[in-house]
């Protein structure tokens, strides 16, 4: 026969376990990395763009990342601002200085994409 106290002590480990794992899957647990980018991403629907649709603006390459296309794809920033930069030639790299021209913006106007035209 079990003892009362090892039936209530495995149901409270069953029980703790149960509510870590349910915060994990809901992401309250989140890393200070996580909560830092949801704040920006939240802050950046707020405010207005700092570039229009036509401008031509310079910018430096961050990063690089696949489009779902399959394109290679630049990113760059304007004032904290991400823009999308496509038809970037092979021999770029990052930190490169390069001139773009924005042609439009995500949904919630929080990035835009551009296209390459020069190397600054």
């Known amino acids: ?13 069953i029980l703790l376990v149960g509510s870590l794992l349910f915060k994990r899957v809901r992401g309250r647990n ?19 763009p700092p570039v229009d649709i036509g401008d031509t603006v310079t910018v ?8 779902h ?3 290679r794809r630049a990113v760059g920033k304007v004032e904290g601002f991400v823009i999308f930069i496509e038809d970037i030639p092979d021999e770029c790299e ?14 919630g106007h929080t990035s835009a994409t551009a296209r390459f035209l020069e190397a600054a």
């Open 94 to 107: 990052v930190t490169d200085v390069i001139r773009v021209a924005i042609l439009s913006f995500n949904r």
């Open 60 to 67: 430096a390459i961050r990063e690089f990342s696949d489009h």
């Open 30 to 48: 989140r890393s200070a990395d996580e909560r830092r980018s949801r704040e920006r991403h939240e802050a950046a629907q707020e405010r207005d």
């Open 69 to 71: 296309s399959g394109e």
């Open 1 to 13: 026969m079990l003892d009362p106290t090892m039936i209530g002590a495995s149901g409270l480990v």
